[in-house]
């Protein structure tokens, strides 16, 4: 099969396309003939040698993809040979073929193409694993969504304005800003020029929002906590801004706060299953009735892998960025 490998660390050109061996199955896998890949910010961490796959993972990148399924272990399941699915990888998405756990597969959303299916599940298990189980948002509260243009801000826009809450969202610029406002959002920030914090104490007046999904860290953390509501929560995700932070602890107890992270590739697969079933629950009748639309920025053939992450890297993006596999 085709594939693209990471020839060594450093910049997108490191990628190239390659010949490998079409992976079998594990017990609990099936093998899926991909169309579409999603691309993720962990994509090229582990392009630069940040990232590295868990042990026994294939080195070759991608944690999303789109296809159908070929053969596999599908006894007692409801999907059958020829299916149309999206999965959630651990990794192997940069190819023809891939596998994966069952659990860790959904059907491909009545309506979308594959290549916006490809784009779903990286995004929609972290937003769904952190702002819901980790945070547990609830209809009613508010929602502060740092990197609102990106694919995971996108999703937890979209996700959490059709379930009863009030978003805003930080992007780096004002044409950003408004595309967040576009999916839902009530205010979009421009953090470039603007004061996140203050903007949501305003906008709450003054109660600060319950829920923040922070992939910044660094600095932000402390900024955070002061526009949180009593008893709000942060969740992060990722590090942009570095791993070290400080925050006021006092405050954090009087005021009975929560900050926590998580990382979804190293998690067991029995966790994700149950993120799926969680999804296919409360968020894939959101996508099937157009509450929710998937936004594809762009899309580039699998050998133009290394054009797709210096588009990634450059932040011009709005939404997510695939690879086409197959027509």
């Known amino acids: 099969m085709k594939a693209i490998e990471i020839t060594a660390s450093g910049p997108p050109d490191v990628l190239r396309p390659c010949v490998r061996p079409v992976p079998t199955c594990a017990r609990g896998e099936v093998l899926i003939r991909v169309h579409a890949a999603g691309i993720n910010r962990p994509d090229l961490s582990q392009r630069m ?51 994966v756990p069952l659990g860790q597969c959904l059907p491909v959303p009545e309506g979308l ?123 992060l995700i990722s590090m942009l801004g570095g791993p070290a932070g400080s925050i006021d602890l006092a405050q954090l107890m009087r005021r009975r706060l929560t900050v926590s992270g998580s990382m979804l590739r190293a998690r067991a697969a029995p966790v994700k299953a149950a993120i799926a079933v969680s999804l296919r629950r409360h968020v894939w009748p959101l996508l099937e009735a157009g509450a929710i639309k998937q936004v594809v920025h762009a899309c580039f053939p699998l050998e133009e892998a290394a054009a797709a992450h210096r588009l990634m890297e450059s932040g011009t993006h709005v939404g997510k960025i695939v690879l086409l596999v197959r027509d």
């Open 113 to 235: 193409s594959m290549a916006e299916a490809a784009s779903l599940p990286e995004t929609f298990f972290t937003v769904w694993s952190n702002v819901y189980d980790r945070a547990h948002l609830k209809r009613g509260e508010t929602l502060l969504v740092h990197g609102g243009a990106s694919g995971i801000g996108v999703a937890a826009i979209q996700i959490a304005t059709a379930l009863g809450s009030r978003v805003w969202a930080t992007a780096s610029s004002d044409e950003k800003c408004r595309a967040c406002e576009a999916l839902g959002a009530v205010r979009g920030i421009n953090y470039r020029t603007q004061d996140f914090g203050q903007a949501v104490r305003e906008g709450t007046g003054g109660s600060g929002v319950d829920v923040i999904l922070d992939m910044v860290g660094g600095d932000y953390l402390q900024r955070d906590v002061d526009c949180l509501a009593d008893d709000g929560r942060v969740v």
């Open 49 to 99: 040698g940040k990232h590295m796959p868990p042990p026994g993972v294939t080195d070759i990148p991608g944690l999303e993809v789109a296809g159908t399924i070929v053969a596999g272990d599908l006894a007692g399941s409801r999907f059958a040979p020829g299916d149309a699915v999206c999965a959630l990888l651990p990794g192997g998405g940069y190819a023809e073929y891939c596998t």
